[in-house]
């Protein structure tokens, strides 16, 4: 059983910030296998519970250390599986494209593709957040402390440059992946093609082009998660393939499956979800 609740961000955060979301688990005894594929966001995430967690990848599986604020830099790729054995409890910052960026001044080029523990990227201050984010009583108060560590990171990045429009560009790109054409999105922003596809690359960590990818991959992941009876050539048009193969082939590049073997080999737990607090 996994029970989800959600929260919106304070307002001068959603530009980088999607969520904050409040899981909390209990296999029963048996194993949860969750794919960790590509996807076109990062996570920072707080375990509430310190059972021991498996991560099995192509260079082996270790036991992922819950006492670390874990922070998955926006995966391009297929990375391993992540296998549950208890209850848990965690609460994860869902980051935008650029978000991590924005808000932190990090350079996502040389953090994609990694799983990494916060402190060691943004500094001890994350494990003040940790300890009120324990002593909160419920997601409310969660959101509030959560709300007051972005924004005061956010406040004190002076850095100018680029974001805004590099923050524009990628939520042009996820509203609409499939229609995607770099050169009109650079003309769109005021920027030269070189210099988005640089400064894209920088603050998300990956290429305009590949994001367009893995944003839709994810529209058209949703598309079958939202209604298991949709054929995968629907979806295929819907979102933009050239055909079904053009799909396969962008399915088998993110999560190392066909869509249907991942779809078999990876079902989505039974999953009860609260309401989204604003």
């Known amino acids: 059983m996994v029970l989800t609740t959600e929260a919106l961000p304070a307002l001068p955060l959603r530009d980088f910030i999607s969520s ?4 909390e688990i209990d296999t029963n005894g048996t194993d949860l ?12 995430t707080f375990w509430l519970a310190k059972t021991p967690l ?9 036991s992922i250390n819950t006492k670390e604020r874990q922070l998955l830099c926006i995966p391009s790729r297929f990375q391993g599986y992540q296998t549950y054995n208890g209850r848990y409890s ?25 799983l990494v523990h916060s402190d060691d990227v943004i ?43 590099i923050t524009a560009a990628a939520l042009a790109i996820s509203a609409c ?16 093609l070189r210099a988005l596809e640089q400064h894209f690359l920088a603050q998300v960590g990956m290429p305009p082009k590949l994001y367009a990818r893995v944003s839709r991959f994810m529209k058209a992941m949703g598309m079958k998660m939202s209604d298991a009876d949709i ?23 993110f999560t190392g499956q066909s869509p249907r073997a991942f779809m078999q080999g990876s079902p989505p737990p039974a999953e009860q979800f609260g309401p989204v607090l604003e």
């Open 20 to 23: 904050y979301c409040l899981r």
């Open 33 to 44: 296998v969750k794919a960790i594929h590509a996807i076109d966001q990062s996570f920072m």
């Open 54 to 62: 498996l991560y099995a990848t192509s260079k082996g599986t270790s």
């Open 90 to 114: 965690f609460f994860s910052v869902n980051l935008k494209a650029n978000g991590f960026y924005r808000i932190f001044n990090v350079p996502m080029q040389l953090l994609s593709d990694t």
């Open 123 to 165: 500094g001890k201050e994350v494990s003040f957040l940790q300890e009120q984010l324990e002593e909160a009583a419920n997601l409310q108060q969660m959101k509030a402390v959560a709300d007051a560590f972005f924004l005061g990171k956010l406040i004190r990045n002076t850095a100018t440059g680029t974001g805004d429009r």
């Open 177 to 192: 992946p499939e229609a995607l054409n770099v050169k009109q999105l650079a003309a769109s922003v005021n920027m030269s």
């Open 231 to 253: 054929n995968w050539t629907t979806i295929a048009h819907t979102c933009g393939y050239f055909d079904q193969m053009h799909l396969v082939k962008d399915f088998k590049a």
